[in-house]
C-alpha cells in the first residue's frame, strides 16, 4: 500500500507541476504601455563589476547636437532611465560635432557613442574597435537650397553659369558626398560649373549674399526653406545616397559584458517605442536641453515625427549588407580625396555591424526581422550604387507615419497603447 500511494504521490505532483507549466505558458506577458514586456532584464554582478574595474561606471555614452533622430533617443534613455531599469549606471555627454564624439569614443572617456556615416568611417580607418548596433535617422533629408530670387529650378541649372555659383557646404561631410554625386549624375563640373566653398551650418542658415546655394541636413533645411523662407529647395539627396547614423559601442564591452551591450541595445529600442507613444513629452525634454533650446519645441516636435516616428521602428535594425554596401561607396570617395588611409571595403562595414543583438531585442518583442529596410518597397528596382536610386519611401515621398504593425511583422502578439496585434 505505501508503495502504490508514494506513486500515486509522484503523478500527482507532475501533475501539478505540468498544470502550472501550462497555466504559466498561457499567461499573457505583462509589458508597458508602448510594448515592452515586464519585467526588465537585469545586467548581472559580474559585469557590473567588470565595468567598474575598467573605470566605465557609470557608462559613458556619448551623442552629437543637433542631429534629429539621433537627439530624441538618447534624451529619452536618459530622462526615463531606460539603462538604470536595466541595473546599469549611465553618464550621457552631449558634443558639438561628429568628431568630438570620435575623440571621445578613440579614448574611451566613452563606451557607447552615436554620429554620422562619415564619423563613423573615421573611426573604421583610425582602427578604432567599435561594433553598430543599430542605425538612426536613416535618410536624414540634405538638399540644396537656393536664394528666393534664384533662377535655378533644378541642380542641373547651374551648368554653364559664368562666373560659377558659389555654393556653400560642410567639407569632408555627408553632404558634400551627396552634393559630388549628384553633380556626377546630372553633368555639372565641380570647379567649373559651381566651385564648393567650405561653411558651417550656422553660417549656411544665414544665406549670405552673393551665395548660389547652400547644402544643409536636417533641421537646418527645414529652418531656412519653411521657418526662415529664406531659400527653397531645388534637389534632395534620396537619388544619389542612402544616409544613416549609427548607434555603436566599443568591442570590448562585446567581448567581456555582452549582457550590457543587450541591456543598451534593448534601451535603444524601448527608447524608440517611448517616443511614437509620446512624441510630445519627447519634444519637452529635447526642448529643455541646453544645445537644442534656440531650435524652439515645434520645430523638435517635427524633426521627432519625420526622423523617429515616420517609418516602422524595424527601420533601426542593423541591416549590415545594405550599409556596408552603401557606406563602402563613401570610403572610396574618402580615400579618392586622401582623407582617409584605408580602402574599407563593403565587407569592412559589414564586420562592424553586430545584429545579433538587435535580433534578440526583437526577438523578446516578438518581431520579425524584415529581411530588408522598410523604407525600401517590396520589388523595389534599384541597385546600391547604381545611381540615380529610383523611388524609395521617404520624407519627401510618405504622406503619414508607415502602418505598424501589419501582418507579417510578428511573430507573437504584441500590445502597444492598449491594442493587441495579432502575427
Known sequence: MRVRSKAFMWQAVAAFLLLGQAAAQAAPQTATQWGWPQPYDKVSDKSIAWLKGKGWWPLGIGWQAPFSGENALNVVMEKEGLLEKRGLSAKFSVFAAGPDVNEAIAST??????????????????GVPVRALATVAPN????TVVPLDSPIKK??????????ATIGIVTGSSSEFYFTQAAEVVGLQIGKDVILKNMPPAEQMLMPKGIGGVVPWEPSVTIIADIRKAGREVDTIFPYNMFAGLFYVRQELIDNVPDVVQAISDSFMEATLWIRLHPDKTADYLAAEPMLKVFGRDLL???????NNLYKPTASYPYAKLWGEEDARIAKWLKDRNRITKALSAKDYENSFAPEFMQKTFAKLGWKVPSQPPFIPANWPGKIGQLPYPPFDNVTTLKGPQTWPEPGDLTQPWTFNGKTYQP
Open 140 to 143: 536624414l533629408k540634405h538638399s
Open 109 to 126: 572617456r566613452v563606451q557607447v557613442g552615436n554620429g554620422g556615416n562619415f564619423p563613423y568611417t573615421s573611426l573604421l580607418d583610425r
Open 301 to 307: 516636435l517635427q524633426q521627432v515625427e519625420l526622423y
Open 155 to 164: 541642380l542641373s541649372d547651374f551648368k554653364g553659369r559664368n562666373p560659377p
